[in-house]
């Protein structure tokens, strides 16, 4: 069959609501987006550690401190549910592996901001997290099985992510004044890199079309910015918060927020590699990769030895 | 030397009375780590009674291409079911 057929026949499963599977056949760009994407979203669980990892020794308090704990824990399970979709596409972990820590491959843009003060931690369960379940929420019904499967499982998880963070500026909130200052400086510095963590606007965005084709999207970045605005304007005004935009108000006619522009700029700084602390997080992962090489090696020289000793005892 | 670990397939009985499930994979250098792995990344959350470990090299499937000659022969099979036989109303318990 040619290839053009091929391609029709796999969009038609797609289109009738079929789920693909690793053996299934696909179209090689199907499959590479995939690894991309998959692979991307993997990163940024891995690399979303790293903000937060910093502040484990200082949470103020023990209950704060478990929770901050478990809530890394899953992101390194999340990166770990993520990488294994991706092999199942027939790339190898240590060729992903090398992909981050060569700068070749991208994770969110978002984890290369610093966490400056505990309220940092609120902020990102609130909205770094919130984004992030906005998004994967959607992908539970992407059409790749194992990738869908791991959303799944993910989304089982961040539910507790968001509250742990959301509690946190809540108690900063009802606090001292510095406190609450404290949780606003936060908010007023991770809300519009919250916002970029949807992509680029539709107009500019090169692989929408073809991902809502295949069904790696369900929503555009626009839609699914919107979708933020609209719920985290509302929880600000619980904690009484300021959303750091002047141009936000309410849009009767649209029944959404409208809201100010995205410094698009700044965006494709931090993407390119110019953000605040890009080089600390590549160095950081590369740093665990190396001092773990010995780890890895002599994990795999001690596993030979045993199976060999079993050899042997067979064979007496 | 970068050998990689090798991959291994997780199931998962969520509890006694049910199966195990296929939920996902991980990389270990045998069956005792790869079950320590499992534990941590699988059940934090008290997802599991019972885990087993494959390495995947070991797990042989059926090919999705030859799907059609597997499975296409049980369509047309309907008396293999029990709505094929048509029974009378007044016939109870069957
Ligand atoms: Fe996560
Ligand atoms: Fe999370």
């Known amino acids: 069959m040619k290839d053009i057929e091929m391609d029709q026949l796999f969009q038609d499963r797609i289109d009738r609501g079929e789920v693909i599977e690793p053996r299934d056949w696909m179209p090689e760009k199907y499959r590479k987006t995939h690894i991309r994407q998959i692979s991307q979203h993997a990163h940024s669980e891995i690399v979303g550690m790293l903000p937060e990892g910093n502040w484990i020794t200082r949470a103020p308090t023990l209950r704060r401190k478990v929770a901050l704990l478990a809530k890394v824990q899953d992101e390194a399970g999340h990166g770990l549910y993520l990488y294994s979709a991706a092999e199942t596409l027939g790339i190898s972990r ?51 099985g194992p990738y869908a ?115 698009w700029d700044e965006f494709w700084q931090v993407v390119k590699g110019y953000g605040p602390c890009n080089k600390e997080r ?35 | 030397m970068s050998k990689e670990w090798p991959i291994w397939e997780v199931f998962i009985r969520s509890k006694n009375g049910l199966d195990h499930r296929h939920v996902g994979s991980l990389h270990a250098t045998d069956s005792t780590m790869a079950l320590e792995n499992a534990r941590d990344v699988y059940t934090r959350r008290q997802e599991g009674v019972s885990i087993w470990v494959v390495e995947s090299i070991n797990i042989a499937a059926s090919n999705p291409d030859n799907s059609d000659a597997l499975f296409d022969p049980a369509i047309d099979k309907a008396y293999r079911h029990p709505t094929f036989y048509k029974m009378p109303k007044e016939v109870k318990h069957i």
């Not at chain 1, 984890?111 to 770094?128: C, E, H, K, Q, R």
């Not at chain 1, 965005?205 to 509302?234: A, C, F, G, P, Y």
């Not at chain 1, 010995?294 to 596993?303: L, S």
């Open chain 1, 94 to 144: 240590d060729e992903l592996f090398h992909q981050l820590h060569t700068g070749k491959a991208k994770y969110s843009s978002i984890f290369n901001y610093p966490t400056l003060s505990w309220a940092d931690m609120g902020a990102i369960g609130w909205l770094v997290d919130g984004a992030a379940i906005i998004n994967q929420v959607m992908l539970t019904r992407t059409s790749y």
């Open chain 1, 149 to 263: 499967r791991a959303m799944v499982k993910i989304c089982k998880e961040e539910s507790f992510h968001q509250r742990q963070g959301f509690e946190i500026m809540m108690i900063l909130c009802n606090g001292t004044e510095v406190q609450k200052q404290m949780a606003q400086d936060a908010f007023n510095r991770w809300w519009w890199p919250s916002l970029m963590m949807f992509g680029p606007p539709d107009a500019e965005s090169t692989h929408t079309e073809q991902s809502m084709k295949w069904k790696i999207k369900l929503k555009t970045n626009d839609e699914l910015r919107q979708q933020m605005v609209d719920i985290t304007v509302e929880q600000a005004k619980v904690l009484g918060l300021t959303v750091p935009d002047p141009d936000l108000k309410w849009n009767e006619e649209r029944g959404h927020y409208d809201f100010g522009k995205i410094d």
């Open chain 1, 282 to 316: 590549i160095n950081a992962r590369n740093k665990a990769w190396d001092e773990g090489a010995w780890v890895r090696e002599a994990a795999i020289v001690y596993a030979d030895k045993q199976a060999a000793a079993k050899d042997l005892s067979i064979a007496v």
